[in-house]
C-alpha cells in the first residue's frame, strides 16, 4: 500500500499540469445547508451535552414515541450545499476548471455561491433546495426542503442556459458529473433530454468520463429507480462511465435491482452489480474503505477514518472530487481511491477541500493521519 500511495503521490504531482487543458462541467443541483448538533442535555455547571450518534438520537426519539416532544438545535454555521456546488468547489480547490451548473438563485445567483472557487464557473438555472442537516459522531441526518429544485426539467436547462451551450458542456468537457438524481424530480427526464438531445447520433468519445451519484433515495419507487439505471447505461454508449455509491445507496440500489435475491458481502454484491450493469466503473465508499470495479480490475484501500469530523456534511462530495480528479489524470484504481479517501478525509478533518499540494502531503503522510474506528 505504501508503493501505492508514494506512486500517487508522484503522478499527482508530475501530472498536474493537464488539469490546465481539461474543462469539466458538474450539475445540477444546489442547496444552502445548515449545520447543527442535536442538543442531549443542558445545565448551568456543564453547558450542552450533545447526542453523540444516530442511534442514540434514535433510541431518545423512540422512548417519545405517542407524545410530543421538543428537540433543541444548535446552529453551527450556514454554508453552501449540494452535491454539484460542494464537488464543484473541491475539484476547483484542487486545481480543476469546473463549470458549476445548478440551482444557484434565479435570476440572481445567491451571494453564499460566490464562495465557490474561483475555478468555478457558475451558471444558475433556478433557486436552491434547503437543508437543515442534524450531526453526529458517525453521520449525519440531512432534513431537505425541494420544492424549488422539483421544478427545474429539461425545457428549465434549455430556456435558460441553451441548447448550444448546454452540448458544448457535454461534448467538450473531459469530465462530466450529474449528482444527486434523487434529490431532483425531473432528473430521468434530464438523462433522457441529454441522451436524445446532444449524445444521438453522435461518434463515441470513451475518453470523457461522465459521472453519476444518485444520492440516497430511499424513499424513491424501484420504477424511477430502475428507469435511472437504464438512462446511465445509455451514457455508456457515448462516453466512459463512472457510477459511484455509498454502502447504503449500494445495498438501496441491489434491493432494487435484484429483489429476489438475498444481500451478500458488500463485495460480492458490488461485483454482481459490476457484472450486471452497463458502466465502465463501479465505486463503493464506506466509512472504513472503498472499493472499485472495471473491467480488467478490482481495488480496496481503507479510508482516511477519522473518529471525530470537524465537519462530515460534504464528505461524500469531496471523496467524488478526488475520484474524479485521479480519473481526470490517468491514475489506476488504486491511486484513484486514494486521491478519492486523501481529499475526504482532509475535508473532514479540516471542514475545507484539499488543495492539490494538501491532497499530495496527505497522501503522503497517510499513516500518520489515519485513525483506528
Known amino acids: 500500500m505504501k508503493e501505492i500511495r508514494k506512486r500517487t503521490a508522484e503522478m499527482l504531482r508530475d501530472r498536474k499540469n493537464m488539469l490546465e487543458v481539461k474543462d469539466t462541467t458538474i450539475g445540477i443541483d444546489a442547496f444552502i445547508d445548515k449545520i447543527v448538533r442535536v442538543v442531549h442535555s443542558k445545565d448551568d455547571e456543564n453547558g450542552y451535552t450533545f ?3 444516530i442511534a442514540q438520537f434514535g433510541k431518545h426519539l423512540i422512548t417519545k414515541s405517542g407524545m410530543s416532544c421538543g428537540i433543541e438545535v444548535c446552529e453551527r454555521f450556514t454554508k453552501l450545499g449540494g452535491n454539484a456546488p460542494i464537488m464543484a468547489h473541491a475539484l476547483g480547490s484542487l486545481g480543476a476548471k469546473v463549470n458549476c451548473v445548478g440551482a444557484l438563485g434565479y435570476p440572481d445567483i445567491d451571494p453564499i455561491f460566490k464562495e465557490l472557487s474561483p475555478n468555478c464557473t457558475l451558471y444558475s438555472i433556478g433557486n436552491p433546495g434547503y437543508t437543515t442537516a442534524l450531526e453526529f459522531n458517525d453521520g449525519k441526518i440531512m432534513l431537505s426542503q425541494r420544492d424549488y429544485l422539483h421544478q427545474i426539467n429539461w425545457k ?50 470513451k475518453e470523457r468520463i461522465v459521472f453519476f451519484d444518485m444520492a440516497d ?126 481529499t475526504s478525509g482532509y475535508y473532514v478533518r479540516n471542514a475545507q477541500s484539499p488543495t492539490l499540494e494538501d491532497l499530495i502531503d496527505t497522501i503522503e503522510n497517510w499513516d500518520n493521519l489515519i485513525e483506528t474506528p
Open 51 to 53: 447526542f453523540n450518534d
Open 156 to 205: 428549465t436547462l434549455k430556456v435558460i442556459i441553451g441548447i448550444e451551450k448546454l452540448t458544448e458542456f457535454f461534448t467538450s468537457s473531459s469530465l462530466i458529473g450529474l449528482v444527486n438524481w434523487n434529490g431532483m424530480i425531473n432528473f430521468n427526464e434530464i438523462f433522457r433530454g441529454i441522451l436524445d438531445e446532444i449524445y444521438k447520433n453522435r461518434e463515441a468519445n
Open 217 to 342: 433515495f430511499s424513499e424513491r419507487s424501484q420504477s424511477d429507480i430502475k428507469e435511472a439505471v437504464g438512462l446511465i447505461n445509455g451514457f455508456n454508449t457515448y462516453s466512459s462511465v463512472v457510477f459511484g455509491l455509498n454502502e447504503n445507496e449500494a445495498i438501496l440500489l441491489y434491493k432494487a435491482l435484484f429483489p429476489e435475491r438475498e444481500i451478500p458481502e458488500l463485495r460480492d454484491l458490488g461485483q454482481y452489480m459490476y457484472d450486471n450493469l452497463n458502466v465502465d466503473y463501479l465505486v463503493i465508499h464506506t466509512l472504513t474503505d472503498s472499493l472499485a470495479w472495471s473491467k480488467d480490475e478490482f481495488a480496496e484501500v481503507p479510508s482516511l477514518f477519522v473518529k471525530k469530523p470537524k465537519l462530515s456534511t460534504g464528505g461524500g462530495d469531496n471523496f467524488n472530487a478526488g475520484l474524479c480528479l485521479g480519473f481526470l489524470l490517468g491514475l489506476d484504481l488504486s491511486g484513484a481511491l486514494y486521491a478519492a479517501n486523501g
